[in-house]
Every structure is written in C-alpha cells, then in structure tokens.
C-alpha cells in the first residue's frame, strides 16, 4: 500500500533546529516529485518546498528560503527537511506530498501524509 510517514517533528526554541524525514513505501512513489506543505491552526496550507524526482530542481517558498533545505534519499525512499534558524511563524503540521510534477500547487500532488506538528516557541 503507497503510504507517506513523516517524522522528526516537536518542540523547538526561536533559533533552533529540526530536520524532518518523509519514508515513502511502494512503487507508486517511484519517479515522483516530492513537497512539503504545512499548515499553521486556522490557516491553509501553504508551500513550503519541492524537489524533483531526480532530486535536480528544488523550490522554496520565500518564507523559508535561506533557512530550510530539501533533499532526498532515493535509495531510501525518503524525502528530508532540514529546518535551520526557526522562527514561531514556522510553528504547523508539515506534511509531505507527492506527485507527479515539481510544483507548488497542493493541487498537484495525489499522495499525502498525515503531518508531523512542529513548535518553535519564542
């Protein structure tokens, strides 16, 4: 069964860091473009990075850009988030998703998982 797990998630101060992990199992995520998305209490979700299923291209949302990193293992089926310099606005449920374009799009990516919540209290 195609499934996403993410993990890494938890309490954190401003500043700190965390690195999130995404084990996707089954073929279905072979060749597939892999994201992350978070969504903070009552508001959507947004973007917050992509890579390519070669791992060539990635994209960050400007919130981020400059403190989070994405990457991925595809031997491991698994997709990173290092997560440097934190900051309370960062505090939501990330979740990863794949699919099969490198977009920022929610829209275009068919496989999610169920969210690791992060903190970054101030």
């Known amino acids: 069964q195609a499934q996403l797990v993410e993990s890494g998630g938890g309490l954190v101060q401003a500043g700190g860091s965390l690195r999130l992990s995404c084990a996707a199992s089954?073929?279905?995520?072979?060749?597939?473009?892999m994201a992350w998305f978070r969504q903070a209490p009552g508001k959507e979700r947004e973007f917050v990075s992509a890579i390519s299923w070669s791992g060539g291209s990635t994209y960050y949302a400007d919130s981020v850009k400059g403190r989070f990193t994405i990457s991925k293992d595809n031997a491991k089926n698994t997709v990173y988030l290092q997560m440097n310099s934190l900051k309370p606005e960062d505090t939501a449920v990330y979740h990863c998703?794949?699919?099969?374009?490198?977009?920022?799009?929610?829209?275009?990516?068919?496989?999610w998982g169920q969210g690791t919540q992060v903190t970054v209290s101030s």
């Open positions: 998703a794949a699919g099969l374009a490198t977009v920022t799009s929610q829209t275009g990516y068919s496989y």
């Open positions: 089954g073929r279905t995520f072979v060749r597939k473009a």
